[in-house]
């Protein structure tokens, strides 16, 4: 069968550009934030060999877009076997949801600020929403603003 025709290929495209192609235009989200796809399904018929034998509910990704492959379910940042599941878009929709309000702290060594959310913390400080995002994962001091960024537990 060629590959192109095959009802995983799209998925898979989709996820190689992101990861790795700087012009897609969720790049910036994948690619730009170091997500990667594993070595092995840098090859389709392996990312296929996968999904159709050892991935669970992989067979849901045949059912189209109503069930996405989820990374971060995980807490990792990379696509592979060992660290995907398949969850439902809605279960997607709602994880993204949390994840951009959760709470954080903008600390220096004089203060400490609250928000509900990075987005709250953007729009107050006015830095983007991608920088924050940066200096949360990485633990950056941002340079405009000489804050650090935390997760509230």
């Known amino acids: 069968m060629n590959a192109k025709k095959h009802p995983l290929y799209r998925r898979w495209w989709a996820m190689m ?13 994948y690619g730009g ?19 159709d034998n050892h991935l669970l509910n992989g067979h849901l990704l045949y059912k189209g877009r109503e069930w996405q492959l989820d990374k971060d379910s995980k807490g990792g940042n990379i696509y592979s076997l060992e660290n995907c599941v398949v969850i439902s878009a809605e279960e997607n929709r709602k994880l993204q949801y ?18 509900k959310s990075v987005s709250e913390a ?9 920088t924050i995002n940066h200096c949360l994962k990485y633990s950056w001091k941002n340079k ?3 804050y650090r960024f935390k997760y509230v537990d």
Not at 36 to 48: A, G, L, M, T
């Open 17 to 29: 550009e992101r990861c790795y192609k700087p012009n897609y235009a969720t790049y910036k989200y």
């Open 33 to 51: 934030r170091d997500i990667i796809v594993h070595e092995r399904w840098h090859n389709f018929w392996n990312f296929v060999e996968d999904v």
């Open 98 to 115: 949390e994840k951009q309000e959760r709470e954080i702290v903008a600390y220096n060594e004089n203060e400490e600020i609250h928000f």
């Open 122 to 130: 953007s729009r107050t400080l006015g830095i983007e929403r991608q």
């Open 144 to 146: 405009k603003t000489n």
